[in-house]
C-alpha cells in the first residue's frame, strides 16, 4: 500500500469502469463484487481529492479529471504489468510506438541499423492508433509522432520535417493533376482523423476552409473514406510510401507548411536504451542530408 493507503487494484478497478462505463459490468470484468469496485473507487477519488466518475447519468462517464488521471493510471499498470513478466527480463524489448508512416523512408533502415548495432535489444515497431501513439498509456517506450507534441510529460527530438500531399480518389477530376493547393481542396468534404491524424481545419485560412468534414478514427477509414469517394484528404509526403491504395491519389500540396517529425519518450525512468534511440533516428536524416 501507499501512503496514501491506494495500491495497482484501485486503478485496475477504476480503469474497468472507465472503459465498461459501469460499475457492475467493471465487478464482473474483474471478477470481484460490485460494492468492492465501488469502495475502490471511492477510495481513489478520496485519496486524490477529485471526483473521477460523474454518477449522475446511467451510465457512468469520466469527468475532466478522470480523463485526465486515466492515461496515467493506464501507463502506471501497464508499467507494473511489464515489471512483473518474467519474459522480458533476458531481453527487455524497446517498443517503438506509431500511429501512422512510422519513420517514413528511414523506417527500414532505422530496423535494420538497430538490430545491427544492439542485437541483444529487440526493436519492436508498434502501431497504435492514439494521439501519442500509446506512449501517455505505457503501451511504448517511445514513439515517432507527427505534428506538435502537447501531452504533458514528454521530452521530443525532432528528427526531420516532411512536406505534406492531398490524397483524393484516384478517379477524382483532381487526380488528374500534377499539384494541388489547400483551396483545390476547400469546395468539397475534407476526411479528417481526429484520433491520431496531424491535419485539422486550422491548416486552412479562416476565409478558406473546407465547406464540410468528414472525421474518421484511423489511418484505414481515412483511406478507404477518400478511395469512396467521399472527400479528399491531406497528410505526410511518407503516407503515399507507407500507406499505398489502389483508389487513391497522391499529389503535391504546394502551400501547406511542413509537418514536423518527432521521436518522443516519457520525462523520467524509461527504457536504457532510449537514448541510443534518440542518437540512431537523428543520424539518420541528416545522413541524407
Known amino acids: 500500500m501507499t501512503a496514501l493507503g491506494i495500491d495497482i487494484r484501485h486503478l485496475r478497478c477504476f480503469l474497468a469502469v472507465a472503459e465498461e462505463t459501469n460499475v457492475t459490468r467493471a465487478a464482473a470484468v474483474l471478477r470481484l463484487s460490485q460494492p468492492a469496485v465501488s469502495r475502490a473507487l471511492a477510495a481513489l477519488e478520496q485519496a486524490l481529492g477529485v471526483r473521477l466518475v460523474d454518477r449522475s447519468t446511467h451510465h457512468l462517464a469520466l469527468t475532466a479529471e478522470g480523463r485526465a488521471f486515466r492515461d496515467k493510471a493506464a501507463a502506471a499498470v501497464a508499467a507494473f504489468d511489464e515489471a512483473l513478466d518474467a519474459g522480458r527480463l533476458r531481453h527487455w524489448p524497446l517498443r517503438l510506438g506509431h500511429a501512422w508512416s512510422a519513420f517514413g523512408p528511414y523506417t527500414t533502415p532505422l530496423l ?10 529487440p526493436l519492436e515497431l508498434l502501431r497504435i492508433d492514439d494521439r501519442t501513439a500509446g506512449l501517455t498509456r505505457g503501451e511504448v517506450d ?9 501531452a504533458p510529460g514528454l521530452l521530443t527530438e525532432l528528427l526531420y520535417a516532411e512536406d505534406r500531399v492531398a490524397a483524393v480518389a484516384s478517379d477524382s477530376p483532381l487526380a488528374d493533376r500534377t499539384a494541388l493547393s489547400l483551396a483545390d481542396l476547400s469546395g468539397g468534404t475534407v476526411v479528417l482523423n481526429a484520433v491520431s491524424g496531424s491535419t485539422t481545419l486550422d491548416l486552412w485560412p479562416p476565409g478558406q476552409r473546407p465547406t464540410a ?15 469512396a469517394g467521399r472527400g479528399s484528404g491531406v497528410s505526410a509526403a511518407s503516407t503515399a510510401g507507407m500507406h499505398p491504395h489502389q483508389g487513391v491519389a497522391y499529389l503535391p500540396l504546394t ?19 532510449i537514448p541510443a534511440l534518440v542518437a540512431l533516428a537523428r543520424s539518420l536524416p541528416r545522413e541524407d542530408s
Open 142 to 150: 517511445a514513439a515517432l509522432l507527427r505534428g506538435p507534441v502537447t
Open 255 to 273: 502551400d501547406a507548411p511542413p509537418l514536423p517529425v518527432v521521436l518522443a519518450w516519457r520525462d523520467g525512468p524509461g527504457h536504457p536504451s
Open 112 to 121: 535494420r541499423r538497430w538490430a545491427e548495432q544492439h542485437p541483444d535489444v
Open 213 to 227: 468534414a468528414l472525421t474518421v478514427a484511423n489511418t484505414d477509414d481515412w483511406l478507404t473514406a477518400i478511395a
